[in-house]
């Protein structure tokens, strides 16, 4: 991937340090509120919640996996997949066990933590290890732009579905698209290395 991906990348991992240091602070706490009041309940967003949850994820993954070591015989690709979307969400696990974070105070509300947002997270790395394979196949750039927006629009709507649900603060969301991002990056350097050796 081009050099501007992998500077994002860092940017995304600043932006959640940042997140993670300060999302108790009186400023990003009415922040998460302002946002929620605009989200909260609305019934088309939350629609979008599928997408991001563990058992579609699964599903997919498992669908991709045996499409690239069957039709692709790309065994490389399966363990780039395996790391991005499976360690990956270990990694969600474990850092939603280091900060702790209540999630929002709702009637019914999930006891797992807060953040980062795991939908968010896992949505990142998932959707753009796909279009990241399918632009490797197809090698063409207008497919390439149509599938990434793809994906981009359906990894911004699970975010905001988890928020219009009430699940996760605004922050959460944030944090979880910033942290699958980098994820997703260091990722694809590691698969990408075997190109120049």
């Not at 019914?108 to 807060?114: A, C, H």
């Amino acid at each position: 991937m081009k050099k501007g991906f992998s500077v994002l990348a860092v940017f995304t991992l600043v932006t959640f340090i940042i997140i993670a240091l300060n999302f108790d602070t009186v400023s990003f706490e009415a922040f998460d509120l302002k946002v929620s009041s605009l989200l909260l309940g609305n019934s088309f967003i939350i629609l979008f919640h599928k997408i991001g949850e563990t058992k579609f994820i699964i599903a997919a993954t498992i669908i991709l996996l045996l499409y690239v070591a069957i039709f692709k015989k790309d065994f490389r690709g399966v363990l780039f997949i395996l790391l991005t979307v499976g360690v990956g969400n270990g990694l969600n696990q474990l850092l939603k066990h280091i900060f702790a974070r209540p999630r929002p105070d709702l009637e019914d509300q999930l006891s797992s933590f807060s953040f980062p947002s795991g939908h968010a997270q896992i949505s990142v790395m998932f959707l753009l290890t796909l279009a990241y394979l399918i632009s490797k196949w197809l090698k063409n750039k207008r497919w390439d732009f149509i599938t990434y927006t793809i994906m981009l629009i359906l990894i911004f709507l699970v975010g905001l579905s988890r928020i219009a649900e009430g699940r996760h603060y605004a922050t959460d969301v944030l944090a979880g698209w910033s942290i699958g991002y980098t994820w997703f990056m260091v990722c694809v350097l590691w698969y990408e290395s075997k190109k120049h050796k």
